[in-house]
C-alpha cells in the first residue's frame, strides 16, 4: 500500500504542499520529498514556495544545489524569488548566476522576468533590472509596478514618478 501511494506524484504534492507546508511541518515535508525518486519541476516548485512561505528560504537553495534536473521557467521565477528574499552573499551569487544561464526562451516570458527584476533591485543592481526591464516586449502592470517597487526600495523616487 505505502509503495503504491508513493508512486502518486499527485497525491505526494498535495500532501507536501496542502498539509505538510501549511502546518508548518518542513521536516516531514522534506523527509517525503527526499523519498521520491522521479522528482518533477513542478514538485520542486511546489517545495520552493512552501520553503519561502515557511521562513526557510535558505532551504530553497539547499534544496536546488541537490537538484538533478534543469529548471523550468516556474523554478528560475520562484528560485529568484527566494533569493530576494534571503538578499545575502550567497543568493546574490545564486540568483545572478541562474539570470546567466537563463535560457532565451524564458526571458520573454513576463512573470520570469519580474522575478528578476525584483531581485536585482532587491540587491541594488538596478541597472540589471532596467535592462531586463527594457528587453520585454510586453510589459504588464505587475512588471510596472516591480520597478516602482524596487525604484522606491532604491530610494530612486524620481525614476518611480516616471
Do not use: W
Not at 80 to 85: E, T, W
Not at 92 to 106: F, S
Request: hydrophobic share 40%; glycine share 4%.
Amino acid at each position: 500500500m505505502v509503495p503504491n501511494f508513493l508512486s502518486n506524484t499527485f497525491k505526494i504534492q498535495a500532501i507536501i504542499n496542502k498539509t505538510l507546508m501549511e502546518s508548518k511541518d518542513i521536516d516531514n515535508a522534506m523527509h517525503l520529498f527526499s523519498s521520491i525518486t522521479n522528482k518533477s519541476n513542478y514538485m520542486y516548485t511546489v517545495m520552493f514556495k512552501g520553503l519561502i512561505t515557511n521562513n526557510v528560504a535558505e532551504k530553497v537553495l539547499d534544496l536546488f544545489d541537490d537538484m538533478k534536473i534543469e529548471p523550468d521557467q516556474f523554478n528560475l521565477s520562484t528560485l529568484f524569488n527566494a533569493c530576494a528574499v534571503l538578499n545575502n552573499n550567497r543568493s546574490m551569487k545564486t540568483g545572478k548566476k541562474l539570470l546567466d544561464e537563463m535560457p532565451e526562451n524564458y526571458r520573454n516570458n513576463n512573470i520570469t522576468s519580474t522575478s528578476a527584476i525584483d531581485m536585482l533591485m532587491k540587491f541594488g543592481d538596478v541597472e540589471s533590472a532596467e535592462r531586463i526591464f527594457r528587453s520585454i516586449k510586453a510589459k504588464d502592470i505587475i512588471t510596472y509596478g516591480a520597478m516602482v517597487k524596487g525604484y522606491v526600495g532604491n530610494e530612486m523616487f524620481e525614476k518611480a514618478l516616471d
